[in-house]
């Protein structure tokens, strides 16, 4: 009895078997993949050679942008370890547009841009005005600003943060004539 089950079941799985065989070797139709969106993080300033009238003040009346002067963007993460560094140079206006290329936020709140990074003075190509300043903390690090700059694209966006500006200053200034 249980051969003519069997034998009831082996045309069932014939069957069955045919129509695998014959759906698996046909190509199984796939949702086009959509480009992966690009976020880019981006920070710009501009670096000057501050003037020797204001010398010992944060003050920038007067002051000439530096080309090729070179300013360093740091990150660090929640435990203050370096996350991120690039150094970026300045072009004919003083200006840098640093790109982020890498960064990643592995505590969304905590390691932010906005909260991790900071913007450092580093070298001045010009031999009269080479020494650092800490006007707007060029120094010890430019605290980053949100100005709600934007770049947007089919598959791109890049979100722009500003620092400094940034200043080094005269290593050589005539003292200052008091009235």
């Known amino acids: 009895m249980a051969s003519n089950q069997l034998i009831a079941i082996i045309p069932f799985l014939v069957v069955w078997l045919a129509i695998h065989l014959a759906t698996a070797h046909e190509p199984v139709s796939q949702p086009p993949k959509l480009a992966e969106k690009v976020f880019d993080v981006v920070v710009e300033g501009v670096v000057y050679c501050q003037s020797c009238k204001q010398y010992g003040t944060w003050g920038l009346a007067g002051a000439k942008p530096i080309e090729a002067a070179t300013i360093s963007v740091i990150c660090k993460d929640h435990r203050n370890r370096v996350s991120y560094y690039k150094p970026c140079q300045t072009d004919k206006n003083g200006y840098f547009y640093a790109q982020l290329k890498g960064f990643s936020m592995s505590h969304s709140f905590l390691d932010h841009p906005l909260h991790s990074c900071k913007v450092k003075l580093v070298s001045s190509p010009l031999d009269t005005c080479?020494?650092?300043?800490?006007?707007?903390?060029?120094?010890?690090?430019?605290?980053?600003?949100?100005?709600?700059?934007?770049?947007?694209?089919?598959?791109?966006?890049?979100?722009?943060?500003?620092?400094?500006?940034?200043?080094?200053?005269?290593?050589?200034?005539?003292p200052k004539e008091e009235p």
């Open 130 to 174: 080479n020494l650092l300043t800490n006007v707007n903390y060029g120094l010890y690090g430019a605290p980053l600003r949100y100005e709600d700059k934007r770049i947007r694209g089919a598959n791109y966006e890049g979100v722009i943060y500003a620092a400094g500006p940034l200043a080094f200053r005269p290593a050589h200034c005539a």
